[in-house]
């Protein structure tokens, strides 16, 4: 069956390091991937989008990379900041489908 | 502003009693799904609409029912809830053929006892 798996405990890192997320897949061949951050007790809040042709996209402090021979997807924040602490998803898409399908996330706290 | 709204915001019930969760959208998007989130779990989607009267089943729909008779509005619909419904969930819309950016309603957090 599909599956997604993104690291089930926190990562904690210092106030300027990278942080960086991992998501993997199996048994699905998904055309766009994306990343949202979630704080507690809301809504998750899209961050990117990357297609399957696409290697990186970067927005502003945020960096994605997509990896469809190893199936996996790498989230990167630079220069982080206690504002970023929050749990982040990933969550996969077919072309030309509409299901979506998320990763359980992973929880980021950054201290200061 | 744009956003998705979801009423109510939460709910305590008893097994077997008919309730509705209601979601509305205000940016014409053609894409609206229902997700329910559970601790370990992650997202799950129940279903997804990619248009009016144009609804499918996601990975968990048992124990659900939807409709979309207008093009903003996708109400959740649970017949006869179970405790193992207890949950939170999300309604969210998107735009086809952009971003696929969905816009995540703030969340109902539902108990059934």
């Known amino acids: 069956s599909q599956k997604i798996e993104q690291n089930s405990e926190a990562l904690n890192i210092q106030e300027g390091k990278t942080a960086t997320l991992t998501c993997n897949y199996t048994n699905y061949s998904p055309a766009y991937l994306q990343w949202y951050r979630q704080d507690p007790g809301r809504g998750p809040v899209f961050l990117l989008l990357i297609r399957e042709n696409e290697k990186e996209k970067r927005k502003e402090r945020l960096k994605v990379t997509f990896d469809t021979t190893l199936k996996q997807s790498l989230f990167h924040i630079t220069a982080s900041q206690p504002a970023d602490s929050a749990t982040y998803l990933c969550?996969?898409?077919?072309?030309?489908?509409?299901?979506?399908?998320f990763g359980a996330g992973t929880r980021l706290f950054v201290k200061a | 502003e744009a956003q998705v709204t979801q009423n109510p915001r939460y709910l305590i019930t008893v097994t077997g009693k008919k309730l509705t969760v209601t979601c509305s959208q205000n940016?014409?998007?053609?894409?609206m799904s229902w997700y329910r989130q559970d601790p370990g779990l992650g997202l799950r989607q129940i279903y997804y609409?990619?248009?009016?009267?144009?609804?499918d089943k996601g990975d968990v729909p048992e124990g659900y029912k939807v409709s979309r008779k207008e093009k903003r509005n996708f109400p959740l619909i649970l017949e006869s809830p179970s405790p193992n419904q207890t949950s939170l969930y999300f309604c969210?819309?998107?735009?086809?053929?952009?971003?696929?950016?969905?816009?995540f309603g703030p969340g109902t957090r539902l108990t059934v006892t």
């Open positions: 940016m014409n998007h053609e894409y």
């Open positions: 969210a819309s998107s735009r086809e053929g952009f971003s696929y950016e969905q816009y």
């Open positions: 609409s990619m248009n009016v009267e144009v609804t």
């Open positions: 969550a996969l898409r077919r072309a030309g489908g509409f299901k979506t399908i």
